[in-house]
């Protein structure tokens, strides 16, 4: 059976920092883009940030260019994402979600485009 577990969310001060780390198993993830998603109260999912197969190619929303990072861990199985400054706007679950990709560059952003999910983990950052 596929799953995406999330782990590292928690309450944070604005300025702070949290690194959110997504387990996979089940089958290889080798050749799936992986990506970060987040939805805060009220408004719907959005794109925070994704990572090829290949881990070559990053794409990130502008909101948080310069603070989030992405990168997968050596046996491409696990993805990470470190964020910095955050900002009582980045308070939302976030969830990551994979992708199967035949080219090793393509960098997916949109959530139709992911096939795995994992149940997601709360980020909140107090002002």
């Known amino acids: 059976q596929v799953q995406l577990v999330e782990s590292g969310g928690g309450l944070v001060q604005a300025g702070g920092s949290l690194r959110l780390s997504c387990a996979t198993s089940g089958r290889t993830f080798n050749n799936y883009a992986m990506g970060w998603f987040r939805q805060a109260p009220g408004k719907e999912r959005e794109f925070v940030a994704a990572?090829?197969?290949?881990?070559?190619?990053?794409l990130y929303t502008d909101s948080v260019k310069g603070r989030f990072t992405i990168s997968r861990g050596n046996a491409k199985n696990t993805v990470y994402m470190h964020m910095n400054s955050l900002k009582p706007e980045d308070t939302a679950v976030y969830y990551c979600?994979?992708?199967?990709?035949?080219?090793?560059?393509?960098?997916?952003?949109?959530?139709?485009?992911?096939?795995?999910w994992g149940q997601g983990t709360q980020v909140t950052v107090s002002s």
């Open positions: 979600a994979a992708d199967p990709q035949i080219s090793s560059a393509y960098v997916p952003r949109r959530s139709a485009e992911y096939n795995y």
């Open positions: 990572i090829s197969w290949s881990g070559d190619s990053t």
